[in-house]
């Protein structure tokens, strides 16, 4: 809750103006029932009311300014909070490691940042509008009622504690099942998500009318769900309206048998009947106050989970960019393990020194820790023991987003933006492009792709790069790190969906850039990595074997083996 | 076949056509909806005659002392609130039911259609857009009826008859009271002008601000690597307050509508005083009227100042109608006008001439030609991406070729009644997909005429016996894609769901993955128990299962290259010599080398 008034604090000046106009309204509002029951008195006894009806129309036209402005400043505010918070929530996610996205479900996040934000919000703009308004309608209307008949007011009022117990007891009821409707809602969202998952086993064995029984088992449950729900819900409303029924009721026997007997005046009754029919709606919404602060409690707790969720990859104070920076790269002994999986060493002490403007390629089977390297390289992830040291200096020490920007990672399965394809190229750059975009996508061998596609550079990539190809895809993400002309080039089998002539000829093209940086490659084809300076070997999380392509061959062993396998494959082909 | 539609979207509050079609859905129905509909005036009465009572009690009984009369007039007032409420809740009641029946029946409509999507729908739409349609779409519909927004018009009826009883009661203080009546339908008309306009962009940039949020989420360490949080930061910023100030707008709009008719119900209520007065003062309206007056007005502006939110709801409600109905109007898979189904099973499996393209013109399979005899075994191998599984999609008619012909006992596929055609061939996927449910329900996937008794038949025979035993017998319950259950038993069922299924033709997508040891050889043991007196297709990755087939079929780059049996295709010294020495023979090399490592 903390958290809460530092938000309401930055704009506690409109928040007061909007209370300070509820405040005047509902004091207004209360006004009117007397006033009333004194025009009726009046006409009664034949006197003048003019001046009375006039103050009815200037209160009513004054409060209509007044409660138009408490209403939308309140309300409005609420809205500045939930932007304020969520924009908070996504700096804070930006700055979270891939680690906690390896352990958090999008669709989770995404119901904090849009559903316990929503109840947050509800909390600070209905909840406390209505907070405010309840408890002073009363203070009035009580007093107002007490000072006219007392034996009246406690009969007219005596059923709204009845409604109010009602009225709780109902929204908790509702609550409950409005839990259960989610819950079925849920049950049924899986079950189609399930169906559609698998819609090929469901085509391929003919199981569609099973599947639509099954369905329409849950379908019919979750009906029921909804009758339960709908039997509480459709109680508030006539509830309401009973409870100002009953009132009149009271008021019109009881009051009335007064007003016979001289002890009230008509325009008494009248004010009764007025004051009952204004406190009615408060009543009715203190029930539902309760489940809102509830509510938007629980929210702003797991908010606060969310907010406590440690950004673990930061910038070091006084960290500063290393200037002019070469480009070595060196791993000394290195052990990782993945959070979250503290059981399995996924490097153990792996060491190389890759000099600057020189390449390293990385081979070994899946698993056997390339791709940990590569993600240590821009801290994705920090090392557990050892360091990795760029130009001699640790990555730790270094600014995160000059690190980022001086390594240049192309994952092998890369994201793509629903955006143009030069938008997704120009993702990294800073600024002007000037002709950046252009280079990088003839780079990466995209010149003939994009002459096929219907807008070239403008074209827009579906959801995840639906519309593109495979290694499509991945050329744009060599692209996109091209474009932002890193030191150090990273690429973590990043062609693999690219066919071998094509690699080789992109290759070929980017011998260039890659002689003025350093690289590092983790690939498969022996054909791409054989001309790299160094080769490291690795398997298991440790380096088996490294040396330059000829004399690894000569040993004969793992990379050997590797190389004859794939001897093969290029036959193949070629074929 | 085209995307579904995304987010963004026209606003239309009401629109005859959608709700034409909503209307074959409430016709089941339609006994309830009248009943709901005509309890509407009823309850109008019930709510009209209180202040009705309200006259009768001050001005025939308090005026005249009368005691007897007012304790009959509130006990005639005691039954109209009990009238009120009971019809209140029924109109309530039944409209939940109709709209409950109804949409859940457009749900199971939905859902029964999306069974009959073709697999190139499945392609191109993520699986989370589609359940939205059916889980979120269909809420928000649901929502339209529970606030009451379905049957808006009703609350214009209800204005009409406060109209009419106000008239009936008292014609100079009803148009006294009803004079501003012009100034609410400006005000309302102005409302809904801007607030057609507000709600839509809400809903635009609500899609948008969520559709960036998930995409940045799902794309975090893209947005890491790129070093790029701080721009990003800056586009999410726009999009937030552009959110922000919608609602900005919005709620301005429903502050100003809902106070603007609070105020001219206040002013309205005066200036009936200041009539009442007048004509009270002539003997021309009683002091009861006035009561009943002030009492009808605040009745009268109830629906008004609901309009605002009923508007809002309409909307969206409209919108997910729209998006619901284009999914119903996307075509399902082709049938054939005259369905085939040859008399005699027997197993053949003919390709002649097949080409194929996920799209446009990438050919996956070009000219593809060969044919299976009843009862024989063929292995196809190739490397990835040589066409191996599409062929399997072609036979089972997941898909459908560009050109030429697939026939599977002399019937071209097409021709073919789709669901006896996929129950003479069973698939076993690579990737076994499991339901969450029971071990049971995973072997029959619902079909009646499988017995428990055959279902532990099949389970017995494919080796799959043992492992559900141990896991407490076929009732157990399988989570979701059937994770508590290793690769080799995944397998296993999968085989015995096969079986189970007694197939004329059995096409198998041997797993790649290679298994403890242990379940390895219940698997390969299986297999062979599974491929007896049947036809087979197998996309095989074992040379122990190609050694077991007739004969092999080499795929290369979409074509059909070598055939014939492995012997003979060694000799050859062609692809499949190559991929023999490249996959298969390490396979005997592989666990040698483990062991020499330990």
Known sequence: ?575 | MAEILGEEELGKAYDARLLRRLWEYVRPYRGVFWCAVLLSPVNQVFALVQPYLLKKGIDESIARGDLLGLRNVALVFVAAIVGEFTSQYGQQYLTTIVAQRSLADLRIALFARLQRFPMGFFDKNPVGRVVSRLTTDVDVMQEAFAAGAMTIMLDALKLVGIGAVMLWMNFWLALTSLALLPVVVLAVDFFRRWARRTYRQIRERIGRLNGFLQESISGMTAIALSAREARTFGEFDELNSAHRDAYHVSNKLEASLFSVVEAVSTVSVALMLLEGGRLHAVSLAQIGTIAAFNQLIQQFFVPVRDFSQKYAVLQSAMTAAERIFSLLDLQPEPVPAHPRVPARAQGEIVFDHVWFAYRDEEWVLRDVSFRVAPGEKVAIVGATGAGKTTIIKLLDRLYEAQRGQVLVDGIDVRDWELGALRRRIAVVLQDVFLFSGTVADNVTLGRPDITPAAVEAAATHVNADGFVRRMGGYGSVLRERGSNLSGGQRQLLAFARALAHDPTILVLDEATSSVDPETEWLVQDALVKLLETRTAVIIAHRLSTIEHSDRILVMHRGELREEGSHRELLERDGIYARLYRMQYASEAAAPARAAGRT
């Open chain 1, 1 to 575: 809750m903390a958290r809460l008034w530092r938000y309401l604090r930055r704009y506690r000046g409109r928040y007061a103006g909007g209370i300070v106009c509820l405040l005047a309204a509902t004091t207004l509002t209360m006004m009117v029932p007397w006033l009333t029951g004194r025009v009726i008195d009046a006409i009664q006894a034949d006197r003048a009311f003019g001046r009375l009806v006039a103050c009815i129309i200037a209160i009513a036209l004054f409060q209509m300014v007044v409660r138009t402005y408490s209403r939308f400043v309140i309300f409005n505010v609420g809205r500045d909070i939930e932007y304020d918070l969520r924009n908070d929530l996504f700096a804070h996610l930006e700055r979270l490691p891939l680690a906690f996205y390896q352990q958090r479900q999008t669709g989770d996040l995404m119901s904090r940042l849009v559903n316990d934000v929503t109840a947050v919000r509800l909390l600070l703009g209905v909840g406390i509008l209505n907070f405010i308004n309840t408890p002073i309608s009363y203070l009035y209307g009580l007093t107002i009622m007490l000072s006219i008949d007392a034996p009246l007011t406690a009969a007219a009022l005596g059923v709204y504690p009845l409604a109010l117990g009602v009225v709780k007891w109902t929204s908790r009821q509702i609550i409950e099942r409005t839990l259960r409707v989610q819950e079925g809602l849920a049950e049924l969202s899986s079950r189609v998500q399930q169906n559609l998952s698998g819609i090929q086993v469901v085509k391929a064995y003919a199981a569609e009318e099973h599947e639509i029984g099954d369905f329409r088992a849950l379908n019919d449950k979750f009906q029921e769900q909804n009758f339960r729900l709908a039997r509480m819900r459709g109680f508030i409303v006539p509830v309401m309206n009973i409870v100002g029924g009953v009132g009149s009721l009271v008021v019109l026997w009881y009051g009335g048998y007064h007003v016979v007997t001289g002890r009230l005046s008509l325009g008494q009754l009248f004010a009764f009947i007025g004051y009952l029919h204004v406190l009615a709606w408060p009543t009715m919404a203190l029930g539902w106050m309760l489940t809102i602060l509830q509510r938007g409690r629980a929210a702003m707790l797991r908010l606060n989970e969310l907010f406590a969720a440690e950004p673990a990859i930061t910038t070091a104070p006084g960290a500063a960019p290393i200037e002019p920076f070469r480009g070595e790269v060196t791993l000394r002994d290195v052990t990782f393990r993945y959070p979250g999986r503290p059981d399995a060493t996924v490097l153990d002490r792996v060491g190389f020194t890759v000099p600057a403007g020189r390449t390293v390629a990385i081979v070994g089977r899946t698993g056997a820790g390339k791709s940990a390297i590569v993600q240590l390289l821009p801290r994705l992830f920090d090392v557990e023991h050892g360091g990795i040291l760029l130009d001699g200096r640790d990555v730790r020490t270094l600014p995160l987003g000059w690190l980022r920007r001086q390594v240049g990672l192309v994952p092998q399965d890369p994201f793509l933006f629903s955006r143009t394809i030069r938008e997704n190229v120009a993702f990294g750059i800073d600024g002007e492009a000037d002709g950046r975009v252009e280079w990088a996508v003839r780079m990466a061998g995209l010149t003939r792709d994009l002459a096929e596609m219907p807008a070239g550079l403008e074209t827009v990539v579906g959801e995840r790069g639906v519309t593109l190809s495979g290694g499509q895809k991945q050329r744009v993400a060599l692209a996109r790190a091209l474009a932002t002309a890193p030191r150090v080039l990273v690429l973590d089998d990043a062609l693999s969906a690219v066919d071998a002539a094509t690699e080789r000829e992109m290759l070929d093209a980017l011998r260039g850039f890659f002689r003025e940086r350093t690289t590092v490659l983790v690939a498969h084809r022996i054909s791409t990595v054989k001309e790299a300076d160094l080769i490291v070997v690795i398997d298991e999380g440790r380096v088996v074997e490294m040396g330059d392509h000829e004399s690894l061959l000569a040993r004969g062993e793992v990379y050997a083996d590797l190389f004859r396998q794939q001897a093969l494959e290029v036959e193949l082909e070629a074929i």
